[in-house]
């Protein structure tokens, strides 16, 4: 049994190696795959080079836009900070996601305890931009 557990664990490192072959772009670091949540699909998440200091929510968003992502969401941050924890700063991120009842207001993840919050989007914070890979 312990040889068909090697096995299985060797095929899966080289299907995760041509995984990460046929679609990490230079640069990227791969975060990790996201479950669907309310029948969306998985998805895998890969975290883009890069980032922005010190600036609004608004800024932000067109940042990672203007950089080939989007900010993330606030369950892909809790992903990012689960898995890529050290490829931040001690500080709070911009998440693409308003307050739904406080629409002046947007999420955000600190990253130097896991928290999430919310606090309006004039405020000045830092932004990563992730890329989704939706599976079919």
């Keep these: 049994m312990q ?3 090697a ?3 060797s095929l899966m490192a080289a299907s995760k190696r041509q995984f990460l072959v046929e679609n990490l772009k230079p640069g990227e670091t791969y975060s990790g795959l996201l479950l669907g949540e309310n029948g969306a699909p998985d998805e ?7 980032e922005l200091l010190d600036a609004d929510w608004d800024k932000s ?13 606030r369950r892909q941050q809790s992903l ?7 490829h931040f700063k001690p500080r709070y991120y911009w998440s693409c996601e308003q307050h739904a009842d406080y ?14 919050n919310y606090l309006r989007k004039s ?7 992730v890329r989704r890979l939706p599976i079919q």
Excluded: C
């Design 103 to 116: 629409p002046t207001n947007a999420w955000l993840q600190y990253f130097y305890d896991g928290y999430q």
């Design 3 to 5: 040889s068909n557990t």
């Design 61 to 73: 968003m067109a940042w990672a836009e203007k950089n080939g992502g989007v900010l993330p969401t």
């Design 80 to 86: 990012l900070i689960a898995n890529l924890k050290s």
């Design 123 to 129: 405020y000045a914070g830092a932004a990563r931009a």
């Design 7 to 9: 096995e299985i664990e």
């Design 44 to 50: 895998h998440v890969f975290l883009l080079p890069g």
